[in-house]
């Protein structure tokens, strides 16, 4: 005779079963929100998370990837990508500057990659307006949920109804050509930040980064060209904020010579932590602060520290198979920029800098502490009033503790552990960003007898635009 259990023995039994399940969704859901993250005292979690609630949390540097808002990149899901709407809310993200970067794209087609071509600016053209139409989609599709900031009050107001605020930011002069008008047709568009250079020279201005597989010289302007002098002047006008980061030295110095208005370099770190021409020297944090502007550092892990020994072993080892010189320094190191790239065949470039982004791709990332020593150190140079927080997400930014903007409380509970008051934290997450806006808006030229400044004049163009669902042409 089989003898059946107690209920003594059944409720043992269950309550074994429910701690076993909990265990496991515990620790599952301890493995998929807190593997990597950083941990603080529960009075600083408390403090940082009312905080993140009351202040302007600006990041003005985010990149629209190309395929963002198609399957798998919904901008309402929580998605793989580092920034959308879910984590966005999640982060309690008051505004974003959405980068809408045009570079030639090199890497597609056959026999990829390949030299530039007259299709190189064309296909520039091409992602510059894709990405444009991705933001506007944005706007169209979830109004309950974000709309455009063409002034600093209208980031504030928007924020304050529960709303992300967007900042269209365009990046890279390349797409532009000699075509000055074209910064008028992208205020008009709702252009609010403007940046000049990004990897490798254009007709504008010389890069940080110059790129010999485009046949570039380091200074090959000797800074700006005519055109990009007076580009400075048009966007001084229009109310457009200048984004010096990337910029060859000469090239930053031409701009704060001519402008007029304050400057931003909207997602830069100090030469200081780690000696590359794209970090800023201490020098020209200074040039930015003489200005009255702001310094966005950037949480972009190469950036901030050094690569590690097994690292440079491995580099120095691909440069000994393709018989280059051992490292001197950093500035190659992150990416393939030796002069004698120039003259290399595209399939031997190509395998090259394949294999030198594999590796960099395995070094470890930087940490949330990595990042908060760069605020620190700018801040100690150029003061709290001209510092402020960028991550560079979906172009490689992220560090250990901060790896999308839903993590955007990390920082400022890393802030609050340093020693920052509410109100410096607040200056660094937007407040000095939004004085900065506002005064370039402020210095634009007034045209016509109403003296209305052109920024208020496009920003009515705009929002006509947008009610009809228009595209202003190219």
């Known amino acids: 005779m089989i003898k059946l259990p107690g209920k003594k023995t059944l409720y043992l039994s269950l309550l074994v079963l429910i701690v076993a399940v909990l265990g496991v969704g515990t620790g599952a859901a301890w493995h998929y929100y807190w593997k990597g993250r950083v ?4 009075d600083i979690v408390k403090r940082a998370n009312d905080l993140q609630e009351r202040i302007i949390s600006f990041d003005s540097h985010v990149t629209v990837p190309l ?3 198609t399957e798998g990149t919904e901008a309402d899901k929580d ?3 580092q920034f959308d709407l879910v984590k966005a809310g999640r982060g309690r993200m008051s505004g974003v500057a959405l980068s809408i970067l045009a570079w030639p794209e090199m890497w597609n087609g056959p026999n990829a990659p390949h030299r530039p071509t007259a299709g190189f600016v064309e296909e520039a053209r091409h992602q510059r307006e894709t990405r444009y139409r991705i933001i506007q989609g944005l706007v169209r599709d979830f109004p309950n949920q974000v709309a455009i900031a063409y002034t600093p009050a209208d980031l504030r107001r928007i924020a304050s109804e529960g709303k992300l605020a967007v900042v269209v930011s365009l990046l890279n002069a390349y797409a532009m050509g000699d075509d ?3 910064l ?6 709702g252009m609010r930040l403007f940046g000049f250079s990004y990897v490798g020279n254009n007709d504008w201005a010389d890069s940080s980064r110059p790129l010999p597989f485009f046949n570039d010289t380091r200074d090959a302007l000797g800074g700006l060209s005519p055109i990009g002098k007076q580009a400075v002047h048009r966007l001084n006008d229009l109310g457009v904020v200048i984004d ?10 031409d701009v704060a010579a001519l402008t007029r208005a304050p400057l931003v370099a909207s997602h830069s770190a100090p030469r200081a932590l780690v000696d590359i021409p794209r970090n800023l020297s201490d020098k020209e944090l200074q040039v930015i602060k003489a200005t009255g502007g702001v310094v966005q550092v950037v949480g972009f892990s190469t950036y901030l520290r050094p690569l590690s020994q097994p690292t440079l072993d491995k580099l120095n080892a691909l440069r000994k198979r393709f018989d280059l010189a051992p490292l001197p320094g950093l500035e190659n190191a992150l ?10 065949p595209e399939q031997r470039f190509g395998e090259y800098a394949s294999s030198l982004y594999g590796i960099l791709e395995e070094e470890p990332k930087a940490s949330l502490k990595d990042y908060v020593d760069a605020i620190d150190y700018t801040v100690k140079k150029i003061g709290i009033d001209h510092v402020g927080i960028s991550s560079d997400f979906n172009e490689g930014g992220g560090v250990n503790g901060w790896m999308s903007v839903a993590d955007n409380r990390n920082v400022t509970a890393e802030l609050i552990q340093r020693g920052y008051t509410d109100i410096e934290i607040a200056k660094l997450w937007g407040e000095n960003y939004l004085r900065v806006w506002e005064q370039v808006r402020k210095l634009a030229k007034p045209t016509q007898p109403s003296a209305q400044p052109v920024a208020h004049a496009v920003d009515r163009a705009v929002e006509h635009a947008l009610t009809e669902h228009a595209v202003v042409a190219d």
């Open 39 to 42: 941990s603080y005292p529960s």
């Open 67 to 69: 395929d963002f808002g």
């Open 79 to 81: 998605t793989h990508r």
């Open 180 to 182: 000055l008008d074209q």
């Open 184 to 189: 008028d047709k992208w205020a008009a568009r």
């Open 244 to 253: 010096v980061s990337q910029m060859s030295s000469k090239a930053l110095d």
């Open 335 to 344: 990416m393939p920029g030796d002069s004698v790239i120039t003259i290399w």
